[in-house]
């Protein structure tokens, strides 16, 4: 039905039918968030496994690629989509590789449909800025993720010789250390992990708002996903104590270097770090509800990332920087787009009775009940230090002295739509955490 719709918008040339047709584009793709969403919430819930055996947190990877695919569409169709016929396939292809992705159980095959994610990505990243700042972020981009999948890839296939099979559920444990060492190395590259993350601030900061959004939102979370399916036979009993240490140490240095940043994408490519980070923390701890958590997590994450980069492409559109310094005062000439911008930072602050509170109230119980010290410097490091140096940035060009004096729009239909969305969508993962604590 998306296929029909974008090529029936592409062949319209009056511009008010392919308007129609656009709406309609959006109408279907947030219908089938929302049942996606609702399907979700019921899968946690009440364990219910209707129409497919789907893995959870497959489907919570399925979610985010419909919120990435929304957001990309919404803010780069005018430069990218409907310019050339075969744009409007992408993101046909995108959902049947995401489709692929969660069913398939042959990890040589799941490598390869991974691998197909990152050459658009390339694409996305080198055609949409030709410059040379953009060339360089796209060459940081592909050398470092092909480094992590050359180091995967090898794994793979050392794993294959070892066990003769391709199904990761005939495999009980990995024998060899150094196998295991390549699989870990592979995907904190990936993912990002500490200390490996310095590719993901160069290529936030050099590429496209829509593109941070479908990196952070999606293209991170892929990794997640294939990493997760790989832990089991890390035996993770006599491997935990490795593994936990450096996403904590992750953690730690992400918040610090919050501190030191005014590009305001640096910043939120730092907080994505931070996060996902945190988020390996209840997917080493391997018990019955860490499925749940990490599934929940990386939904909401998605939801927030994609708010925040929205609101820095907002930012670039109007004053042409995303310097914190240079943007002062906006309380003054946009009080719809400030009151958007407190809202999206109280949901991120994690307050009571906001989805993230819930997850890190978990996360941080855990560690605190496995080493109370360590609980207790992670705690103080994201709650306070992390938050502050984040939320600093963000209240100064809110509040600050004004420094740009002319006026500029405050918000577009268009983009008050997308706020709306977001953070309903937030409101509705909220809710759906209330029932699960």
């Known amino acids: 039905m998306i296929l029909i719709v974008c090529i029936i918008s592409f062949f319209l040339n009056n511009i008010k039918q392919r308007n129609t047709i656009n709406i309609l584009f959006f109408s279907i793709l947030i219908v089938i968030f929302y049942l996606t969403t609702s399907y979700f919430v019921l899968f946690i819930n009440l364990n219910f496994n209707f129409f497919l055996p789907l893995n959870l947190l497959g489907l919570s990877l399925f979610i985010s690629g419909i919120i990435s695919a929304l957001m990309v569409y919404w803010l780069a169709d005018t430069r990218i989509f409907l310019k050339k016929w075969y744009t409007v396939l992408v993101f046909p292809l ?4 995401i489709l692929k992705l969660i069913s398939e159980t042959n990890y040589i095959n799941l490598f390869l449909i991974y691998e197909l994610f990152l050459l658009p990505s390339f694409f996305l990243v080198y055609h949409i800025s030709p410059n040379r700042r953009s060339i360089v972020a796209s060459i940081y981009f592909l050398t470092w993720t092909q480094f992590g999948s050359l180091l995967v890839l090898s794994a793979v296939l050392l794993l294959y010789i070892e066990t003769q099979t391709m199904y990761l559920s005939d495999i009980v444990i990995i024998k060899s250390f150094f196998t295991k060492c390549l699989l870990f190395i592979g995907f904190s590259i990936k993912i990002p992990m500490w200390p490996y993350y310095y590719w993901l601030t160069k290529t936030h900061v050099e590429a496209s708002s829509f593109f941070s959004i479908y990196l952070s939102g999606f293209l991170v979370k892929t990794a997640i996903y294939l990493f997760s399916l790989f832990l089991p ?5 006599t491997d935990f ?10 953690v730690i240095d992400s918040s610090i270097k919050m501190w030191s940043q005014t590009d305001l994408k640096k910043l939120i490519a730092y907080t994505t770090i931070q ?3 945190l988020l390996l923390i209840p997917l080493f701890w391997n018990n019955e509800y860490s499925e749940y958590l990490v599934a929940f997590f990386i939904v909401t994450h998605c939801l927030l990332s994609s708010l925040f980069f929205f609101i820095v492409d907002i930012l670039i559109k109007r004053y042409n920087t995303r310097v914190s ?12 787009f400030v009151c958007f911008m407190i809202i999206s930072i109280l949901l991120f602050s994690g307050l009571p009775f906001t989805a993230k509170f819930f997850i890190e109230f978990l996360i941080f119980s855990y560690i605190i009940n496995y080493d109370f010290l360590i609980g ?7 709650s306070w230090l992390g938050l502050i140096g984040f939320s600093k940035n963000m209240f100064n060009t809110i509040f600050g002295a004004p420094i740009l004096f002319y006026l500029v729009l405050d918000l577009s239909k268009r983009e008050l739509f997308i706020f709306i969305f977001l953070i309903l969508s937030l409101v509705l993962i909220t809710t759906s955490s209330l029932f699960i604590y």
């Open 94 to 97: 995108f959902f049947f590789l």
């Open 233 to 237: 036979i890390f035996s993770i009993n």
């Open 376 to 382: 207790a410097i992670v705690l103080f490091i994201i």
């Open 275 to 277: 996060e996902m980070n």
């Open 325 to 336: 310094s240079k943007i002062t005062g906006l309380i003054h000439v946009c009080p719809m």
């Open 241 to 250: 104590s490795y593994l936990f240490v450096f996403a904590v140490v992750g």
